[in-house]
């Protein structure tokens, strides 16, 4: 059976802190890992990986996959209240595009 | 960009009645789209494949004919609650597979659902 495990399950840090989450799954047929981002609604796309090693970045935000090891991390420095959030983590089948979710982080950035 | 709507946004019903709930991508085309259920403080959960022109396929566990889903042009998928009962009552997400863009799906804003 798939399966995606986020750790920790919530974190709450103080504006200013750098935070890792992390993404670690077991999946037939992996196509892509990737990073939501959902505060109240639905969520929003922050990254795609499919590839080991290349870390993607967007502003304070940079992700990193090892397709050996599994797992994946998405970092954030320099956090702000605004990214008080949970992160999901879904990792994408090459068959039909199911996502699988992870059950999320909770981050809480406290001013 | 690649937007999807879903309409309405929140929807307080009577048990027994039927709730039809769309998701439209608005500047792409979806050959595919899904549908998630979301309780509180929990994951997103799928629910079923909607792809378009054919049959929408579910996941174990959710019932077809109490979930219809019509898939009847590139931006269009819509999802009826059937008969909903108060333990319907969920947020309901949907996304659609841009394939313009690496096949990455996006998602809708979702859809509260209240059954009383």
């Known amino acids: 059976e798939d399966k995606v495990v986020q750790s920790p399950l919530s974190l709450v840090v103080h504006e200013g802190d750098t935070v890792t989450l992390n993404c670690s799954y077991e999946?037939?047929?992996?196509?892509?890992l990737l990073w939501y981002k959902q505060e109240k609604k639905a969520p929003t796309f922050l990254f795609m990986l499919?590839?080991?090693?290349i870390e993607k970045k967007s502003g304070r935000l940079s992700s990193i996959l090892d397709k050996k090891e599994l797992f994946s991390i998405l970092n954030i420095t320099a956090t702000q209240t605004g990214d008080s959030a949970i992160y999901l983590c879904?990792?994408?089948?090459?068959?039909?595009?199911?996502?699988?979710f992870g059950e999320g982080t909770q981050l809480t950035v406290n001013p | 960009g690649a937007v999807v709507s879903q309409h309405p946004s929140w929807v307080i019903c009577k048990s027994g009645t039927s709730v039809k709930i769309e998701c439209r991508s608005l500047d792409f085309q979806a050959t595919t789209m899904f549908w998630y259920r979301q309780f509180p403080k929990q994951s997103l959960m799928l629910m079923a494949t909607?792809?378009?022109?054919?049959?929408?396929?579910?996941e174990q566990g959710v019932e077809k004919d109490k979930f219809l889903i019509n898939h009847a042009s590139l931006t269009l998928s819509t999802l009826t609650v059937t008969s909903a009962h108060p333990e319907d009552s969920s947020f309901y997400i949907c996304?659609?597979?841009?394939?313009?863009?690496?096949?990455?799906?996006?998602f809708g804003p979702g859809t509260r659902l209240t059954v009383l």
């Open positions: 996304s659609a597979r841009n394939s313009g863009m690496g096949d990455t799906q996006y």
């Open positions: 999946v037939t047929n992996f196509r892509s």
């Open positions: 499919t590839s080991s090693g």
């Open positions: 879904a990792v994408e089948k090459t068959s039909g595009s199911r996502l699988t």
């Open positions: 909607s792809n378009e022109g054919s049959k929408a396929t579910y």
